[in-house]
């Protein structure tokens, strides 16, 4: 006879099909199909016996906000959302060596000398390995405990015993496996019967619980799709290799905002908060390159300042290049076809490269102004102003569209040594011309109905450049040619 609810489940996404086949329907993916036997009932109850009864509360009632545990970094706290709650799961991924152990050591150890029970719990390192982290980041006397181990049902038992630990790291989810699943550790069974056995022992005891996850080749987090519906807070850990500074980005968050990013630094003394990073991202700039702009955007309630820069050669190839780095490529495809369609920017012959600097990712359409002031800056050869910052979104019909947060980025700029700002028509209005207020910003600003204006000023000023012609026979210093006004042009 054989055995029953044996199924083969997607290692990607975690969809079950009765009999082995070469691709996933659900995801698409190749020879991500496992033989795995099914859950056998995790909870209490057994099939037979009856449920037990729960009292049903109404709707109505005192609401009172859910009591927090702040970690002691304030960049994990603002992401979270004010710090930890009790009985909250959260999930962290990022790529490996990016900082996620390095980072709860850090959260751990504070915790443990504000006089809260912290407990490390690593499956994949020893107990010797994770000491000689702590000793290098001048960590080695904060009274965390710290155990290696794997099953699930001991951790629960040992945790269960004295006084319930206010904060839980487990390092990491995949390594985890339960006896009440019948699979290898790292499947997408075990995960899920590892991560729904934890949640349940959270929400009974209080204990915050920090679970950390793997990240596949493409950046998506390893392992089933419902884990992260399970937990309350999806935590993601981003950042360059080739760079020191990391981000923090809640994408979900069931007791905070999702907008809210928190910024560190990587050191040899492990990561460094930075409370202003708009001051770190543009201390290394080229002033007076051509194809450079600063962007005033806006990370959640936080403004943040960033460098945008831009390069536009000619071609060798049959199809000229588009290289983003740091930026949607279809927002960088649409200010190209606005510009060749309303400001008379002929970009065909040209290979354009963009980039954000710092590693920093910016996804939201205020970038539109920077990114099309930085390709005519290059094209033209026309250095920008180093004490002008941009932000605004370009619609198809070249018109200059008004966002959101105007006064916070106008302050934000003024405070950083900016005298200039160059933002939409429609915000003139905001905030008493974007001095917040209080008319002590001081900042000159710059508004703009259309894109071709802009385009105008900037290649009036631009200079011719030596031996370098395009493919298409237009001269690379050539100034761009306005091919009418635009709908939104202002006069």
């Not at 993601?236 to 290799?241: D, L």
């Not at 990073?277 to 702009?293: I, V």
């Not at 970038?367 to 198809?396: I, K, M, Q, R, T």
């Not at 008319?439 to 703009?448: D, Q």
């Amino acid at each position: 006879m054989s055995r029953r609810g044996l199924s083969f489940i997607c290692q990607n996404c975690g969809a079950a099909a009765s009999r082995w086949q070469g691709k996933c329907e659900a995801c698409g993916e190749w020879n991500t199909m496992v033989e795995e036997g099914a859950d056998r009932p995790a909870g209490p109850g057994r099939k037979g016996q009856k449920g037990r009864l729960f009292k049903l509360e109404p709707l109505t009632g005192e609401a009172k906000d859910a009591p927090r545990l702040a970690s002691g970094l304030a960049e994990l706290d603002r992401v979270t959302g004010g710090g930890f709650v009790r009985g909250s799961i959260l999930l962290m991924a990022g790529d490996p060596g990016i900082g996620k152990s390095t980072l709860l050591i850090q959260a751990t150890a504070a915790l443990a000398r504000a006089g809260h029970r912290a407990v490390y719990i690593s499956g994949e390192e020893a107990a010797a390995q994770v000491r000689l982290r702590a000793e290098r980041l001048g960590l080695s006397d904060a009274p965390v405990e710290l155990a290696a181990e794997t099953s699930v049902e001991d951790i629960i038992a040992t945790l269960s015993e004295g006084k319930v630990p206010r904060l839980i790291v487990i390092d990491s989810i995949q390594t985890m496996w339960t006896d009440l699943v019948d699979s290898a550790p790292g499947t997408v069974s075990q995960v899920r019967g590892a991560a729904q056995a934890l949640i349940r022992f959270a929400k009974r005891s209080g204990a915050a619980i920090i679970l950390v996850g793997h990240v596949t080749k493409d950046g998506q987090i390893a392992g089933p799709r419902v884990v992260e519906h399970m937990v309350d807070a999806v935590l993601s850990f981003e950042g360059e290799g080739s760079h020191q500074f990391r981000i923090l980005r809640a994408v979900k968050n069931r007791f905070g905002p999702t907008d809210e990013i928190g910024v560190f630094e990587m050191t040899g003394a492990g990561l460094r908060e930075v409370s202003n990073p708009s001051e770190l991202f543009l201390s290394e700039r080229d002033l007076g390159s051509p194809g450079t702009a600063v962007f005033a955007g806006m990370e959640g309630t936080r403004p943040l300042l960033v460098e945008i820069q831009a390069l536009v050669a000619p071609t060798s190839l049959g199809t000229p290049r588009r290289a983003v780095v740091g930026w949607d490529p279809s927002r960088l495809s649409m200010v190209i076809a606005v510009l060749e369609a309303h400001c008379g920017v002929k970009l065909g012959g040209y290979d354009v490269y963009l980039n954000v600097a710092g590693g920093m990712r910016i996804n939201e359409p205020a970038a539109d102004l920077a990114a099309a002031a930085a390709l005519v800056s290059s094209l033209a050869n026309s250095p920008l102003p180093a004490d002008a910052v941009y932000f605004g979104e370009v619609s198809l019909s070249g018109a200059i569209r008004p966002v959101s947060h105007t006064p916070s980025r106008l302050k934000e700029s003024a405070k950083l040594g900016f005298a200039r700002a160059v933002l939409p028509e429609a915000a003139r209005g905001d905030a008493n011309d974007g001095k917040g207020g209080d008319g002590k910003s001081g900042l000159a600003t710059t508004h703009v109905g259309g894109l071709t204006s802009l385009v105008a000023e900037i290649a009036a000023l631009g200079k011719p450049r030596q031996n370098a012609s395009p493919n298409n026979g237009h001269n690379a210093g050539q100034k761009p040619t306005q091919g009418g006004k635009s709908r939104g042009q202002d006069g």
